[in-house]
């Protein structure tokens, strides 16, 4: 029998008074698979990850993350999802290893040394435990902001934008580390405009417009030309 999806949207509808961003939305993703979300500026995207990591409330529809319903148990939903926002949210002015201690504190999570030590080797920053952060590239930010999911082991990464404002190396890692994700039976949502490279880490597209998801197709056999052709033909930048 095939396991329940991580995540499962039905019949999702979020309004902000009488503008309704998403209205209708499903969409489903097992363990081991990685969607990425399409859509123009206001389609939504950054609402759906928000609401799958109990950010913000739907308005009507059903989100259910590892079996738990987001509206009415995120306390239960919290532990099973890892968001990564537009920016890294690191603090400049701490260390690597202060920053991974203050947000394991926030998390509620105990870490050993040796754990806070392991993660940031996890994500080859060991060497620099002691350095301030505003010295870090954007790489190196965002592969801190990655160091939290080492500890905590989400079951579910949310992400937004990942591979913005990295170079090739930085894409590069977080391309592998992504795909081991997946590999140790890990779901994504990743929202982005990017037709290239960056979508190589996802099994699906879903193209977001009006609301619902009008297209979720293998990625696979597409190439970047393929998904543009499909993004115009199904959105409104293409109408």
């Not at 926030?106 to 435990?129: H, S």
């Not at 500890?151 to 930085?170: I, S, T």
Request: aromatic share 4%.
């Amino acid at each position: 029998m095939t396991a329940d999806p991580l995540v499962r949207v039905t019949g999702l509808r979020k309004a902000f008074g009488a503008h309704r961003v998403l209205d209708g939305l499903a969409l489903e993703v097992r363990a081991g698979e990685a969607v990425a979300l399409l859509g123009a500026n206001g389609a939504g995207k950054t609402t759906l990850l928000k609401i799958l990591a109990t950010l913000m409330r739907p308005t009507r529809g059903t989100v259910l993350v590892a079996g738990h319903d987001c509206a009415r148990e995120p306390e239960r939903v919290r532990p099973h999802v890892g968001l990564i926002g537009h920016g890294s949210h690191v603090y400049e002015d701490l260390t690597a290893l202060e920053n991974l201690k203050f947000w394991t504190a926030l998390a509620g999570l105990r870490a050993a040394p040796a754990e806070l030590a392991g993660a940031l080797a996890a994500v080859e920053l060991d060497r620099l435990a002691g350095e301030r952060v505003r010295t870090f590239s954007a790489g190196m930010k965002r592969r801190l902001s990655l160091a939290r999911f080492v500890l905590a082991r989400p079951r579910v990464l949310l992400l937004d934008e990942p591979f913005a404002g990295l170079d090739q190396r930085a894409k590069k890692w977080l391309e592998e580390h992504l795909e081991a994700f997946k590999a140790r039976g890990g779901a994504m949502v990743m929202a982005t405009h990017s037709f290239g490279r960056e979508l190589a880490v996802a099994d699906r597209i879903a193209i977001l417009s009006g609301g619902a998801i009008v297209l979720d197709t293998p990625r696979a056999s597409l190439g970047p030309d393929a998904i543009a052709r499909l993004y115009r033909l199904h959105t409104e930048e293409g109408a």
